[in-house]
């Protein structure tokens, strides 16, 4: 499985500016004391809140992502939990509430999707932001992705050829789950293949969800970490949403 490599799974995403995202989610929520990132694997943005002095919560349901967050994140302000992000207590509530990379696409079914969103509000203070960032609905519905399953990535010397998705992945037309077939080709050094399941959810099932989840309001909605690229441009490559309590 991908998620029991979570450095190689680390590197296949460093083509992402973790930095610049946190700034963004940072300008959105306002003031930030506590901050916590479910379905976190490897914890970069819970990592990066806490290098910046907030108190970080990772959430993730693979030991060995713990594992390595728990490693990576020694002597930062940062408590890692093992857990689904469909049930879990953790008895307090945060500033913010992330869920990054797409992460509810392992998310199958609208009743799993639901109880996500009800443990998200109950873990939210009552003026905190929540954010999901999703997949744009464009990669699944045109003709034209608006993101590449195929990319060379490199960090700290090492490199690495990375495909999430084979010509061959269809997308089931009654569950709106594919099994993506994911190769990391670190140079030098080891493949590392597997098989992803990947719900696809559509933005008016989000909407859906939220609304049978009750108790959260759609703030905002942009197709990037610059608010200013709309979801419906162009130039939107994600579906990104802002609650609030």
Not at 172 to 188: F, K, L, W
Request: proline letters at 4%; aromatic letters at 8%; one cysteine or more.
């Amino acid at each position: 499985m991908i998620y029991d490599h979570p450095q190689a799974y680390e590197l296949a995403c460093s083509f992402r500016d973790v930095g610049a995202e946190v700034d963004a989610l940072l300008a959105w929520a306002g003031p930030v004391r506590t901050v916590l990132e479910l379905a976190a694997g490897p914890a970069e943005h819970a990592r990066e809140f806490a290098r910046r002095g907030v108190a970080a919560t990772a959430l993730d349901l693979s030991p060995a992502m713990c594992a390595y967050a728990r490693s990576r994140g020694e002597g930062l302000p940062l408590e890692v939990v093992e857990a689904d992000m469909t049930g879990f207590r953790l008895g307090r509530r945060f500033d913010l509430v992330v869920t990054m990379l797409d992460s509810t696409a392992h998310l199958m079914t609208l009743d799993a999707f639901v109880a996500y969103l009800s443990h998200v509000r109950e873990h939210l203070a009552d003026d905190g932001l929540a954010v999901i960032e999703m997949s744009h609905p464009a990669d699944r519905l045109s003709e034209t992705p608006r993101v590449s399953n195929a990319w060379t990535v490199g960090k700290d010397g090492v490199s690495a050829h990375i495909r999430w998705g084979e010509p061959g992945d269809e997308l089931d037309p009654i569950t709106q789950v594919v099994n993506d077939r994911v190769t990391i080709a670190i140079d030098g050094g080891e493949v590392i293949q597997g098989v992803v399941p990947y719900r696809f959810w559509t933005a008016t099932e989000l909407q859906a969800a939220i609304r049978l989840a009750g108790g959260l309001t759609v703030v905002a909605q942009y197709g990037d970490f610059d608010a200013g690229v709309s979801l419906d441009s162009p130039d939107a490559w994600r579906m990104i949403t802002l609650l609030r309590r």
